[in-house]
Structure formats: C-alpha cells, structure tokens
C-alpha cells in the first residue's frame, strides 16, 4: 500500500522487515505474516517443548494444561483453543511483535530486536526464538483446538 | 516515555501477597530466620574496628534511641559528597571514615546484619523520603527507570508491578513492589540479601544488563520505590519466599 505525498512514496501498513539472526525477511501486513520465516518442516512436538523452555516460557503468563505442565500464570489467557481462534498467519504476526497488536502489550516479542533497551550483553541483536523455534510453535499452537 | 509517576491504589505491602508461612515467619520474631541477621548486626553494633578501635556505639551509643525512624528517611543525598546513599552505602562511609576500616562488601553478612539491625529501629513507622531540588533528578531518573521497557522481555516494572500486582507469573504472586521490608530473609536464596540483590533479580528476569548493587542506577530506583511507597511502614526484616 503506497500513497503519495508531496512527491514522497510513504509506505503505510506494509511493514517489511529484514529478518534477525538470518531468518527470512518477513512482511506483517493487517495483523498477519503470511510467510513461514523459515523454510524446514515444522514440528509441533519440538514446539511444545520450545513454548515450556525457559527461552520461551510461554507459561510465565498463559496457562496451557495440553502442554502437561504443572505451573502456569495468569497475565495472559489461556492458549487453550487458540488453534480454533486464530491462523497460523496471526500466530506468526503475534509471536513477531505482539505490540502491533497492543501498544501496551506485556507480551513479548519473540523475533523483534530492534528499540530494545538495556539487553543483557550476550543476548543483544539475538531474538528469543530462532525462525524455526517460531514456526515449530506455531505447529503446537495449531493443535491446541 | 517519563510517565507521571504514581501510587499504586490501593497500596499494599507485599508481606499481603505472600503465602500463610511466609506471613507467619516475618511476623514472629522469635521463628523469623531474618532475625539471626539482626543479632549478628546488634553484635557487631558494639564491636571496635579498623584504626580508629571505634565501635558504632562509641559514637551513636544505643541504637534504640540514636537509629530510630533513621533508615524510613533513606536513601538520603550526604551532605558530605552530595550524592544519593542508602542505608548501606551510610554504613560503609561510616565503617571507612569514622572508623578507618575497610568497607563491608554488599550483601555480605556483615553489612545485611547492621542494615537490618538500623533497620529494625524504625519497623512500624511510615516510609518518608521528601523529594527536593537535592535528590529531584535522582527521583526523575529512577521514576523513568520504573516506566521503560528494558530488557529482552521488554517490559517496564511499571508492567508487573501496578498493572498486574496480584497476578501470577508461573508460580509467583506478583506484588507492588515495594522496598519497604528490605533488607530480606528470602527461602529461595537461603539467605537474607538486600533490595539490591531483588531488584537485580527483577533485571535478570527480563534479560536487561545487570546494574551493579550499590550503583546509581538502583540507587535512584530505590529513591523513587520510597516514594512509590510512602504511606506503608517499614517491615525490616522481612520474610519472602
């Protein structure tokens, strides 16, 4: 979606992304990343090990009894059913930068790097999860229907 | 970015979001681990040390009379070096120049002994920093800390602790974040340690750089957490899971 202004092409909505950590680039378009960020076959059970890592920790705030754990919070809902609720293509634009969805969103973004803050030195310009570690979520999100 | 700061409402110490044992242990002195630091602080109270042969009490005599209500006023700007000290900080300049020792290291047991024996002397009286043009900017950079994202996680303290207090975090209740009990007997540690060690604990959780304890940087936030929390009593030593 491109407008013209006073000679100016502005890209609006269409956000294009290069990816971190030598993922695909990715465009987030009306809620959505169409586009898998990488190109391997997704694994929902590595997924549902990824979402109860302590890189993820997905169960800090959602509670999700499929996954078998004991523990979970409760700053978030609970991802039961999110299969049935939402596409693969906004699970994708969620885990990205869940604040395009909610400015004041606690949730984190899960492949962003940039306009972060006081990283910890080892962890600076690294996303929490890899493409793959992405799509595999994903895959596990899908089955919780 | 720099929110107008505020009170959570309504204010609430966290000894109310912590479990039954915890409550219990904190409020009986006689079953609180935290009170083994107290003794050891009221012991070394009346120890000489360094050149000087100085005991605390040669100069502030007893501490029941000379430290009461004095750490509900701290952190505090010294008028010597006209920069923002906490209660430990006051110590160690104490332990360095009256004394001519060498400072204590933080979060050794010696310096949360002492902490938490000065600190014993205002348990019960409000927390009362004022803000002035002496510790404004201090003030400003710790209340700015409170509300920017950080970290890897990106998230504020502002975010856990007015927006969600109450909530749980895995398995933790998450309180308002108040400093007010510090320093702590924590179960998790084993151990007692200072605000600072918990307020690194909270760096650490959002993956942000660690400041070191004692540093401007958590010395301003334990500033502006005074003020945050001023209408609640100071509860040295505290107890948490």
Known sequence: MKRWIGGLIVAAVVAACAAPGGGLPYQMSGGEIRQPLASGVPDAERGRKILVSREANCILCHAVPETGERFF??????????????????????????????AESIMPAYYRVEGLHRVAEPLRGKPVLSAEQIEDVIAYLLTLQ | MAADARRPDPLKSGIEFSGAEVRALQQDDFSSPAMLWVTRGEKLWSEPAGKSEK???????DARASMKGVSAKYPKVDPGTAKLTNIEGRINQCRTQHQ?????????DELLGLTAYVGLQSRGMPVNVAIDTQNRSNFERGRDMFYTR???????????????????????????????????????????????????????????????AGSPDLLDLELFLAWRSQGLTVETPGVRK
């Not at chain 2, 005991?55 to 005599?61: G, I, K, N, V």
């Open chain 1, 73 to 102: 919070g409760n700053l978030a809902p609970p991802l039961s059913g999110v299969g049935k609720r939402s596409t693969a293509a906004q699970m994708r634009a969620r885990l990205v930068d869940p604040l395009a969805f909610n």
């Open chain 2, 55 to 61: 005991s605390c009490a040669s100069c502030h005599q």
């Open chain 2, 100 to 108: 001519q020792a060498a400072p204590l290291r933080y979060d050794s």
């Open chain 2, 150 to 212: 950080m970290g890897q996680m990106n998230l504020a303290c502002t975010h856990c602790h007015d927006r969600n207090f109450g909530r749980k975090l895995l398995n933790d209740t998450i309180s308002q974040g108040h400093g007010n009990p510090y320093p702590v007997y924590r179960l998790e540690w084993q151990t007692m340690g200072s605000l600072h060690r918990r307020l690194r604990a909270c760096f650490f959780g959002v993956r942000a750089e660690l400041p070191p």
